[in-house]
Structure formats: C-alpha cells, structure tokens
C-alpha cells in the first residue's frame, strides 16, 4: 500500500528545512514518531512537535503552526495545526483507493521478512496412551495458527510435535498389557483400552507392590531397546497417534516431524558430557544438576542418581538436535504457563553451555481451559475430550443450520466447518496468557464476536459478490467516504500491522479479533448501504470494498486454522 506514514514524513522533513532550514529527524524517526489520533476529528495521522522543541529551540506550538502552512499533498485534504500537534487529515477517496488498490493483492499484509529463514515450532505435543482432551486445545490451535503465520511472512516453517513417549509409566502399560491384554481389545478399543489397563495396574499394584518391580523391569527393557518392549510399545504409540489423528483431521492440522521424547534416547549423552566438560555438571546427594541459583532459580536435574534422564535433559538433546538439523532463527515452543519454570531453566542452560541461539528460543505460554465454569481435573474423572467436544460442536451447528439454512445443499460439510471453527475461534480470541471458559452459547452464538459469525459474514460478502456478477466499471472511490465505508477502509488499511503485530508477539489473537472487528464494521456498511446500486462507480466501488472485505475475512480465518465457506 501506499505507505501513509512515509509519505507525511518525507513532507515533514521538507517543510522543516523550508521554514527552519534544519533536519532535527530523519524521515523514518518522523514516521515512527506520527501517531494515529484515538478520534479521527483530530485526523488520520498526528505528529507531535514537541519532539522537535529541543533541536529547534521553539515552543511545539510555535513550530506545528510555522510547518502547517508548508505541509500539502494530493492525498491530504487539510493539514491542521492544534496545541503543538501536526494534524493530518487524508482525503478519503484517496485513502480509500489507495488502501483498496494495496489490498487486492493475494500477499498484502505479509512483508516477506521470514524469507530464507526458519522458525521451529513445537506445538500439541501430546502425551502417549492418553487420550486428547481439551487441555491440549490451545497449543494446537496457537501452534497452527503460528506455523500458518510465519509462512505468510515467508518463513521455513517446522512445526514439530515433540510427542511425549517416555517414562516409567510406559513400563508398567507394557506389564499390564502382558498381564491381562488382549491384542484385539486395543486394537478395538484404542487410547480408552490402554488406559483401563493402566488404572488397572496401579489398583493392582496397591494390593501387590511387586507388580511395580514388573513394571520398572519393561521400563529398563525399553531403554535397553530389548524387542519385544519396543515392539508393543511402538505399537502403543501407533495406536494413539491414529487416534489423535483424526482429531488433528478435524482441526487441518499437520506436523513435519513427530520426534518425541524417545527419539532423544541417544542424544542425550553427548549433552551430559558437555555439560561435565564445561564444568556446569555437580553432585547433589547422587544426582547430577547444574546450579541455577546464581539466575534465581532452582537446580535443572539433568540425571537421577539412578542414571535416570529427566524432561529437560531430553529438550536440551531436543534443542541442539533441532539447531543442527535445522539452523533455526527461532525455535517457539507452545506450552502452558505451568512451564514457565522448565523453559527459563532450559533456556538459561542452553546459554551456559555456550549456545547463543539459546537467545532465539522462546516459549510461548497459553493460560487454562475450564469448561462451563468447572476446571478439568483427570484426577477427579472431570475431562473433556476434544473429540467429543469438537462431535458435540458440529451436532450443535446442524441444528442450526437445519434452522437458519434449510435449503443449503452441504450441510454436513458445512456443519463440521462452523462447528470445529467455533471452538478454534473461541480458543484463539483472547491473549493467549488468559485461562480460557469454555461456554457453548459464546462459542457458538451466531451473533456474538464468534468464527460463526465472522464466518457467517464471509458468506455474506461471497454471496453479495456471486448475486452481482461481473462489474467492468471504474469504482467511484468518493463513494466510499461516509463514516461506515470509512470504518471498512480503516480497518483494512491496518491488517499489515496487525499481521506483524501477531507474528512478532506470537498473538494469534490479534488476527482473531482483528475479524471480528472488520466484520462488524462491515455489517454496518452493508446496512446503511445499498450496494447494487445504479449508478456503475458507486456500485463498482461498494463491490470491491466487499471482495477485499471477503479476502481479507479468508484470510484472517485461515491464519487461525479456521474454514470460510462460502455460503451456510
Ligand atoms: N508433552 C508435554 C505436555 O503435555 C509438552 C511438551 C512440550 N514440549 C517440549 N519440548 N517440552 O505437557
């Protein structure tokens, strides 16, 4: 787009030298300094003249009134100095022009900034022979949402579920299993069967302590890659992820690697004779730790004194494995705030042992899920599964849709689109750091600020477009100058911000909100206004306001993972 901002700076600068014969600021520190004024009675953009008193020793007043006579273009329709702030007011058919001619194109809002590099993305990254509930919702959904929007800026994406596939517990399945297993019964029943085998072992084991030694000798049997161990437990893992999986289905979500905690068995001794070789490595009561207290913070047990490895031993082999294959610029990791401490440890030892790209790995923290007011609790039996509440949210959407759309021909296709949207858009609506209230009348209320009426408006806008067919005429853009246009053009002018905004605080929310709020404000467009007008300029230039309006809706939506249909 025409770069407003740029343009009224470089006016600045020339200004200044005609009545000051100085240049206090470069045209890009006058770009960053102009503001865009809460009210636009005060104009599109503002430019803060204090920031020159100093260098020109003047008064801020003294100087906006001396530039505001200089300052003029034929993009602006006035120029206005007030209390020592430089208004300026952009005409509205050129900004409305100039906005739209930017928007059309399929890559506006992305700068291209991640070409030629890679960001590394661990996100979802469940647990094995557990089913998936709705706690692991937002790190799939956030991470999806962040992998989509680094390859809109051009980023190598990896998104990367770093499956958790290790520990102890996976001895005693095995046990179980062996015990009292039946080959078909998994098959049949999956996640659900080898958890009852699981809670079996553990009500078995209370009775019968040596049930234990059982467990831990198919545990060490695993490590020692003895084959019938790995051979079933592969076959656990398999059998999860095909369950997982067609949750992962529902929401489109993929990943380019699923290198667990497992697949870090024989990369961790390197890590640990590093660490000994740097010195970080100490004794404590048999383990070996390395002492954070100097960063405030508590040990980081890298081995047990048993030998065993700990969770953060593999994600240092994890890290340097993802750097060496990789060269990443950024590795994120999607985790809840109940990690915050793992991940300061990780990083902090990462930087000890040398690495400076430890300063490129980040965690991006979400808060809770609750469920209608109640917290989930696995111990107390009150779990959501996601695949239960993604099936409930789609029967839900039918039933509306049988209401609202009787005659709309896909409605299953349709249904599973709005359905699963909503829960996604409702998980992403919010900063990331809230706990979230799951609560179905605001996931799925088709009024409220939600994927199904943001959804809705897109087929809205797809319909306007299919009913008016062709339109050859040039638009009339002082057409689009009344306040609800206006409020359209704004928004659309600001998704390039908003898009770097999300990327560079790994926000997915600003692109949800942002929807929402574009699709407001055009409804009220759409209801002031008639858009098959007469006269062809106007109508040619309400139609494009629409399609932009409609690309730019698909395109929020599907930087957050979430379906636009084009009609429901
Ligand atoms: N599996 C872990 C959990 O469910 C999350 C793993 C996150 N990734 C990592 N590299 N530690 O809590």
Redesign the pocket.
């Known amino acids: 787009m025409m770069d407003f901002k740029s343009a009224i700076a470089e006016l600045i600068v020339g200004a200044l030298r005609a009545a000051f014969d100085a240049e206090p600021l470069t045209a890009a520190e006058i770009a960053a300094a102009l503001e865009v004024p809460p009210d636009t009675a005060m104009g599109d953009y503002a430019f803060p003249c204090f920031r020159l008193s100093k260098a020109l020793r003047k008064s801020p007043m003294m100087i906006s009134d001396a530039l505001a006579g200089s300052v003029s273009a034929d993009y602006l329709s006035k120029v206005e100095s007030v209390k020592g702030y430089l208004n300026f007011f952009v005409d509205r058919a050129t900004y409305a022009e100039k906005v739209l001619a930017a928007a059309r194109s399929e890559s506006y809002g992305s700068d291209n900034s991640g070409a030629g590099k890679t960001v590394v993305l ?1 996100y979802s ?3 094995i022979a557990k089913r998936f509930h709705i ?2 919702l937002s ?1 799939t959904m956030i991470g999806n949402s962040l992998y989509r929007l680094h390859k809109f800026f051009g980023y190598n994406a990896v998104g ?1 579920n ?3 596939d290790w520990g102890t517990q996976f001895g005693k399945m095995i046990a179980a299993y062996k015990r009292w297993g039946d080959h078909d019964a998994v098959v049949a029943g999956g996640v659900d069967e080898m958890v009852k085998l699981y809670v079996r072992f553990n009500t078995e084991a209370k009775e019968n302590p040596a049930l234990n030694d059982e467990g831990r000798a198919w545990f060490k049997k695993i490590e020692d890659g003895d084959e019938e161990a790995l051979e079933i437990f592969n076959w656990f893992k398999s059998v999860t992820l095909k369950d997982a999986e067609r949750v992962y289905d529902m929401l489109g979500v993929k990943f380019d690697s699923y290198a ?2 497992s697949f870090y068995n024989d990369k961790m001794q390197p890590i640990v004779d590093s660490l000994r070789e740097k010195g970080l490595l100490k004794e404590d009561q048999g383990a070996q730790i390395v002492d954070l207290e100097p960063y405030g913070m508590p040990p980081a047990l890298i081995l047990r004194s048993d030998g065993a490895t700990l ?1 953060i031993t ?2 240092l082999a ?1 890290a340097k494995y993802r750097k060496d294959t990789y060269d990443f610029d950024k590795c994120l ?4 705030y ?2 915050d401490l ?2 300061k440890q ?1 990083f902090k030892v990462l930087e000890l042992m040398g690495y400076d790209w430890a300063k490129n790995c980040e965690h991006v923290a979400f808060g809770m899920v609750s469920y209608e007011g109640q917290t989930l609790s696995t111990r107390e039996g009150r779990i959501v599964y996601l695949e239960d509440l993604l099936n409930t949210s789609i029967e839900k959407a039918r039933a509306i849709i049988d209401v609202k759309s009787p005659d709309l021909e896909n409605k299953d296709e349709v249904a599973k689109q709005v359905g699963v949207g909503a829960v996604v858009f409702f998980a992403l609506y919010n900063n990331r750091i809230k706990d979230i209230d799951f609560y179905w009348d605001r996931a799925l209320n088709f009024d409220g600020e939600t994927g199904p009426y943001v959804m809705y408006t897109h087929a809205r806008c797809c319909s306007v477009l299919a009913k008016a067919g062709a339109c050859d005429a040039a638009p009339d853009f002082a057409a689009l100058s009344d306040p609800m246009a206006q409020d359209v053009v704004r928004l659309i002018g600001q998704f390039p911000e908003v898009a770097k905004n999300a990327l560079n605080r790994s926000e997915p929310s600003m692109i949800t909100r942002f929807s929402v709020d574009l699709a407001q404000a055009y409804n009220k467009f759409y209801y002031e206004n008639k858009i098959m007008v007469d006269e062809p300029g106007v109508r040619a230039a309400r139609l494009l306001l629409t399609r932009v309006t409609r690309d730019l809706l698909a395109r929020s939506l599907d930087l957050i993972g979430v379906a636009a249909p084009e009609r429901m």
Request: proline fraction near 0%; charged fraction near 15%; charge should be negative.
């Open positions: 661990d990254s469940i647990n706690g692991h790190t990367v770093h499956l958790g667990g905690e969770y593999r994600d994890a990791y999607v985790v809840a109940q990690q793992h991940f990780l």
